[in-house]
């Protein structure tokens, strides 16, 4: 199985804020990482598909980066409505797996 | 627009068998694409179960593969999803998702149905 890690756990930012977030693989997944935004009770909405192609309708302060092992979202500007938790999940192997999530949160 | 609904019982025994279905709205699941199911536990991350292409073609976490079931009804625009031998383990709520990265060698999943709780408890 590949290991999605996920750095820092949780983060506290303040509105205007530039947020970046890593994802780790455990082994080489090439561009195949997703990110994905989920705030409390609501279902995960794609952010960001193949590392760093934006998902239509996504603020472009939103971006992504990173291939091989290594990726990042980063959030340029922080806007109230982002605080939320953040989730890659990768597609290079058929086992679908999902890092551990980061929660930013307000300072 | 494309929205996706889960419905089933919100309540299952231990040792019984865990059935939802998807309903999905604004798109044709014979036009293509694949569908998954996730679960998330709670106050935890996100696990993928399965997904299914419209032909009826299948993939499933080995984790869960023993025990896991996922079809499809096209004239209903419905994909389903059965778990058995369900235990505590398995409470959780449960997302059905399109995933739309399918055809391009990926899978990204998008949009997600709200999702539903099912607990399992005697």
């Known amino acids: 199985d590949i290991q999605m890690t996920q750095s820092p756990s949780s983060l506290s930012a303040s509105v205007g804020d530039r947020v970046t977030i890593t994802c780790r693989a455990s082994q080489s997944i090439s561009s195949y990482l997703n990110w994905y935004q989920q705030k409390p009770g609501k279902a995960p909405k794609l952010l960001i598909y193949a590392a760093s192609s934006l998902q239509s309708g996504v603020p472009s302060r939103f971006s992504g980066s990173g291939s091989g092992t290594d990726f990042t979202l980063t959030i340029s500007s922080l806007q109230p409505e982002d605080f939320a938790t953040y989730y890659c999940q990768q597609s290079y192997s058929t086992l679908i797996t999902f890092g551990p999530g980061t929660k930013v949160d307000i300072k | 627009q494309v929205q996706l609904q889960e419905s089933g019982p919100g309540l299952v025994k231990p040792s019984e068998t865990l059935s939802l279905t998807c309903t999905v709205s604004g798109y044709s699941i014979s036009s293509g694409y694949y569908w998954g199911w996730i679960r998330q536990p709670p106050g935890k991350g996100l696990e993928w179960i399965g997904s299914?292409?419209?032909?009826?073609?299948?993939y499933y976490n080995p984790s869960l593969k023993s025990r896991v079931t996922i079809s499809v009804d096209t004239s209903k625009n419905q994909f389903s999803l059965k778990l058995s031998s369900v235990t505590a383990a398995d409470t959780a709520v449960y997302y059905c998702a399109r995933d739309l990265g399918a055809a391009a060698g990926g899978n990204w999943f998008d949009p997600w149905g709200q999702g539903t709780l099912v607990t399992v408890s005697s």
């Open positions: 299914i292409y419209h032909s009826g073609s299948t």
